[in-house]
Every structure is written in structure tokens, then in C-alpha cells.
């Protein structure tokens, strides 16, 4: 039949590597004209291919059975459909898929890029009069936890902080991911966000310039690495260095900042940390935002009691 | 009683920024010498804050140099613990540990030794 001879080819195709040695026993080389029956079927070099390349037909998974029993594979008792689950969950569990690990990261960085997301209406800019900071840096219009109760302006600066920060926080969990999948994941996320940086800067702020737009984005990649190393430190030294952290970049080390602030942020940094280490790596594509649900204004209440190398301390209210 | 409770905050505000870790690295920026401008000042609160009667004033520089102490003594480091599959990820195991030993190298670099690294880390092989 066209189909037995097609997947047994296609299952030919499929690397051995991977798998099982059940494959490799029912199995033949594959001839050019049952390629041209199986074309549907990639040539499957990549766990990712793999996956395209499973022929899912019922004659198929029988096929695959007798396949199986004959190559005297003993590890399941449900028969030919569990082998093929048994290669979905190998593949849905795999973080290394690109498709899988684009669509997250995009998904992610999105929701990181919206926590401080700001807008520079068009009638402003039409007219010119878009309110600048001392420094010239244009102010949009916010709202939110980050610029009403942390009193940071709706600029683009605060922005890619706060996004960066949340990032930061993710970044810290894909480390834990193993080498390939940490790299795919880290460096699709990065790209998403300076994908979305410049979309900012040509769409709230006007930016038509790419030789401008590129210069900004070669600082926030500086202000993006060095901020890694910094909060890095800070993760590793203590609370103290990582609110310095935290005051230097997010706050730009200003002189009025609000120390109570920094260390409601330390101690919400700490916390997502927490929640975004009990996440398996195989649950992360649907459970790393979910790290972030708890906000950082709500850790004030941490940060009130009072500490013990504070005298007077039952002074302070809770 | 009001002028004796702002003494103690203004107090341990600064027994709190003498404990502050100094920074090698960014000897011209560091926390503990901004906040401590505040001292001369007449407030320690930050600027931005609103006019507050003096008695939610006492309350509000207590806070910050209680803020100050949390941080100091590692208060939100040990209340929410991260465990070794963040600090020793499986990616690189002396990922943090190679960050400490080289941001504790870096001040110590001859100018060298530091044009020597740049030239070095141009070339990746992985």
C-alpha cells in the first residue's frame, strides 16, 4: 500500500539520534519515488523537523504498531498511538523549538513592554508642543503602577527600563534553561524588544531618521548589557547593591529618589525571581507571565516593618 | 518630642549610609553619597514628596531610614530565597561566580592587562 511504503520511508528520513532503536529495526533506505509519494514528510534532521515529519494517518499508526512489536520495542503498553504521543510531549517539552520559542518570547515581551507603556498624542506633535524633561527627553502621557505611585515620567527612558527590568527577570530564569535552548530563547527575546524599542521611537516620538534610530539603539543595547551586569551583582552581593543597581539604571541616579520605592522594587524583584524559579521549563511558554501578577507597590508593606538595626523603631507605624 | 524623633531618623539615616558598600567600580556614582546631601538639607525626604504635617514628616524620614536598614540586612534576599537552579544555572554553573571574581578584578587592572582583555574578547569561539 502507498501508505506503508510512504511512511516507512518517511520514517527513514527520520534521525535516528533522537529516538528509539525501535525506528531504526522497520525501517529502509528511502527510493526517490517513495520520497515523491512522502513529500509531505520533510527530510527531518532537527528534533524540530521531526515533528513535521510524523505521517499521522490511522493505516500510519497501525503501521508504526506492527513496526513496533516487530522491532520488539517493550517500553509501552498502549500501542502504536502511545509512541507517537510519547514523540508529541518529547517535542512540545523540547525548549529549543524556534517556532514554539518566537511566538513566547514575542507573547513576553509584549507584556513586559506594556507594564510602563506611555503615548505621545498626535495633536500634541502636530502642534508642537510635546513637553521635553530638562535633558530633552519628550514626555508621553502613562498611567500605571510605574509612573503614578513610583513617580517615574511617561518617557521612553522609563520605558525601556522597565521593560528591560522585566526582561532582566526572565533572562534570569532562561539561564537556567541548558546552553542551545538558553541562547535561542535569550537572544529572540532581546530581539523582540529592540524590535519593538525602534517601532517606539519611529512611531511616539517621530523618529523617521534610521541613522537616529539606530544610534539610540546601539545605547540601549549598552545601557542593556550593562544593566545585566549590574543587576547580576546585585543578585549576587545583596539587597544593598541591587537597589544601588536599580537606583542607577531605572532612576537614571537621580537625587530625589524615594528609598522606600527602591526597596519595594529589591524585594518584587526577589519575589518574581521566587515565583519564576518554581517554574518547570516546560511550563514557562504559558506560566512566566503569570511571575509578574503580583505588583511591586504592594510590597511597601514589606518594606514598612521595622528593621532590626533601626532604634526608635516602634515609632514606625505599620 | 517631635524635634527628638526627627533627630533619630536624620540619625539612623546616617548610620545607615556609613554601612552602605562602597562601590569600586563607580567611585562617582554611588547612593550613599546622594542621600547623604539630604543630611545638610532640611529634609530626608525625597523632594517630590507632598506637604505633609509634621508629625506624618517624623513618620516619613523614620520610614526611609527603615527602608534603609531592610536593605542592610538583606531582608528581601532571605524572605525570598532563590535556589541553586537560578544561581547555578544549567547553562553556566559559575555564571555569578565569575561575575563577582571579575567585577572584583576589574579596579585592580593594570592598563595593559585591560587592553589585553578587549583585544582577547574580540575573538569568540563558541
Redesign the interface.
Known amino acids: 500500500m502507498a501508505c506503508r511504503t510512504s511512511c516507512k520511508s518517511g520514517l527513514g528520513l527520520l534521525p535516528r539520534a533522537a529516538s528509539s532503536s525501535s525506528l531504526s529495526s522497520g525501517t529502509r533506505v528511502a527510493s526517490p519515488s517513495s520520497l515523491l509519494r512522502s513529500r509531505r514528510i520533510a527530510v527531518a534532521t532537527t528534533p524540530q523537523q521531526q515533528i513535521r515529519g510524523i505521517h499521522a494517518t490511522l493505516q500510519c499508526r497501525q503501521q508504526q504498531q506492527t513496526d513496533k512489536s516487530s522491532g520488539g520495542e517493550s517500553s509501552s503498553s498502549g500501542g502504536g498511538l502511545s509512541w507517537l504521543t510519547q514523540r508529541f510531549k518529547e517535542a512540545a517539552g523540547s525548549t529549543a523549538q524556534p517556532y514554539l520559542v518566537y511566538r513566547t518570547t514575542e507573547r513576553l515581551v509584549k507584556a513586559c513592554a506594556s507594564k510602563a507603556d506611555y503615548k505621545i498624542s498626535s495633536e500634541e506633535r502636530k502642534a508642537g508642543t510635546v513637553k521635553q524633561t530638562a535633558d530633552g527627553e519628550e514626555i508621553g502621557t502613562g498611567g500605571g503602577m510605574w509612573h503614578d505611585d513610583f513617580h517615574l515620567l511617561p518617557t521612553f527612558s522609563t520605558w525601556a527600563h522597565v521593560t528591560m527590568l522585566h526582561m532582566y527577570l526572565l533572562v534570569v530564569r532562561l539561564r537556567a534553561l541548558d546552553k542551545d535552548a538558553h541562547h535561542t530563547w535569550q537572544s529572540q527575546l532581546v530581539d523582540h524588544f529592540f524590535h519593538q524599542a525602534e517601532d517606539k521611537m519611529d512611531v511616539e516620538h517621530d523618529m523617521g531618521s534610521r541613522t537616529m534610530r539606530q544610534r539610540y539603539l546601539r545605547d540601549l543595547f549598552v545601557q542593556w548589557r550593562g544593566l545585566m551586569l549590574a543587576y547580576d551583582e546585585g543578585l549576587a552581593r545583596g539587597d544593598a547593591v541591587l537597589a544601588s543597581a536599580v537606583w542607577r539604571n531605572l532612576f537614571k541616579a537621580r537625587d530625589d529618589v524615594d528609598v522606600r520605592v527602591l526597596a519595594a522594587i529589591v524585594s518584587w524583584m526577589r519575589l518574581s525571581l521566587m515565583r519564576l524559579d518554581q517554574i518547570k521549563d516546560e511550563d514557562l511558554p504559558l506560566l512566566a507571565e503569570g511571575a509578574f501578577k503580583w505588583p511591586a507597590k504592594s510590597e511597601l508593606l514589606l518594606v514598612d516593618l521595622p528593621a532590626r538595626g533601626l532604634e526608635g523603631a516602634e515609632t514606625v507605624k505599620r | 518630642m517631635s524635634g527628638a524623633?526627627r533627630n533619630?531618623?536624620f540619625k539612623?539615616f546616617q548610620?545607615?549610609l556609613e554601612?552602605?558598600?562602597k562601590?569600586p567600580l563607580?567611585p562617582d556614582?554611588?547612593?550613599q553619597d546622594?542621600?547623604a546631601?539630604r543630611l545638610e538639607k532640611d529634609s530626608i525626604l525625597?523632594?517630590?514628596?507632598a506637604i505633609l504635617s509634621s508629625a506624618s514628616r517624623?513618620?516619613a524620614e523614620?520610614?526611609?531610614?527603615?527602608?534603609?536598614?531592610?536593605?542592610?540586612?538583606?531582608?528581601?534576599?532571605t524572605?525570598?530565597?532563590?535556589?541553586d537552579?537560578?544561581?547555578k544555572?544549567?547553562?553556566?554553573p559559575t555564571?555569578?561566580?565569575d561575575?563577582?571574581r571579575e567585577?572584583e578584578e576589574a579596579p585592580t587592572r593594570s592598563w595593559l592587562t585591560r587592553v589585553a582583555k578587549k583585544l582577547g574578547g574580540i575573538v569568540r569561539f563558541t
Do not use: G, M
Not at chain 2, 46 to 49: F, G, N, Q, V
Not at chain 2, 62 to 77: D, G, H, M, P, V
Open positions: 524623633t533619630v531618623a539612623q548610620r545607615a554601612r552602605w558598600p562601590d563607580r556614582c554611588q547612593l546622594v542621600l546631601k525625597p523632594s517630590k514628596s517624623e513618620e523614620l520610614k526611609q531610614a527603615n527602608a534603609l536598614f531592610s536593605l542592610l540586612e538583606n531582608r528581601y534576599k524572605k525570598y530565597r532563590i535556589t537552579h537560578l544561581l544555572p544549567k547553562s553556566n555564571y555569578y561566580t561575575i563577582i567585577l
